[in-house]
């Protein structure tokens, strides 16, 4: 290699490879949170499971990892977590202060909301150059919040946006012509709200972002159509409230080793509180936790809560509910997503559910009109 490489030219070259972004995290001796945003994060084997990434030996980030032991959680961010990314790039004291996290499996910081964590510990650490190349073994893995990752790129950062359709969207068009005339209901409202209104439907064990209507004012939680999340509780609800018993089973069952036992016992109950109500409900607490404690694992969310009134401190994030189809199935279901700021009182969540159930309805109007017609 030619010794008198510029470093800038090196970089700028480099530069041009994207990459995901991730949270290094770990438990220091004295019991804090320590962390490092690495770019150079992969995965290396599957077996045995391995990973890697690459800090630079001159890192104090680095040092205080290794200092604290041989666990560290991989924490991979969200389009939406560019934030974390930056306080955890620069030098300084308790860089977990503002960021809400809980604990991983083997007990290191958890970031809320991340894409996903991987729990290791260290197989080795390689001397190559200025940097090392440490090598991880997988102990616990888990998708947190399956959506789009942040991306480094040219110095800047971004997301991911799928370009065509994926082969298995095909499944998709039924439906989208049916969504289709549900369009109106829902430009209308996502226009009352100056808000977002969503449609979701399930496909194969699949729950799919399909369309979009309305502006996210402020994205509570990161949301781009085509999106993809496994059906599990406690997402899908409208779908488990109006499914067959078998569905509701695979809707607690797919929610896994994610869920506590206290969590399946809170899941059986919701899709008839769901059915009853007509709506799920989904409240966010408002901040995290003054002190940068963690809140414990689900606080930060609250799923269908059993009554309206004392939810002080949250704020709405979703109402959704479904829309049938000629044969009083669920064809799909509206979400109208709430914007950041005021409290969830019971007036303004009340209004929310009053139109979107109205949506719906003539939704369901639309779609059962059109599939008659297709069925005749
Ligand atoms: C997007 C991004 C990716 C980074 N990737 C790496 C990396 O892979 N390895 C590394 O040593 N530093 C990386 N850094 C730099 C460190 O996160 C951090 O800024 C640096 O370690 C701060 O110095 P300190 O560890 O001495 O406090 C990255 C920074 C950013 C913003």
Redesign the pocket.
Known sequence: MNVELDPIHFRQVLGQYP?G?AIVTAVSRSGEPIG??????SSVSLDPPLVA????K?????RALQDSGDRFCVNLLGADQENI??S????KENKFADIAWRKSPQGSPLIVDSVAYIDCTIEAVHDVGD?NIVIGRVQDLAVENASYPLL?FRGGYGSFRPLSLAARDIDLLDQLRLIDFARPHMDELAHHFDSEVTVTTLLNDELVLAAAAGRARHQIVPRQVGQRERFRAPLGTVYAAWGEPALRERWIENSGQSATPEQIEEYRQIPDRVRDRGVAVSLVRKSPAPDGVSPARGAEAWYNPESLDGLEGFELRSVSAPVFDARGRVAFALTLWGTRGGPAARATVEEYIYRLLEACEAATKAVGEMTNRDIR
């Open positions: 990459t972004v490092m945003t690495v770019g150079s994060f990434f690459m800090p630079d001159n890192s104090t980030s680095w990314c930056r955890v790039a620069v030098r940097h480094f």
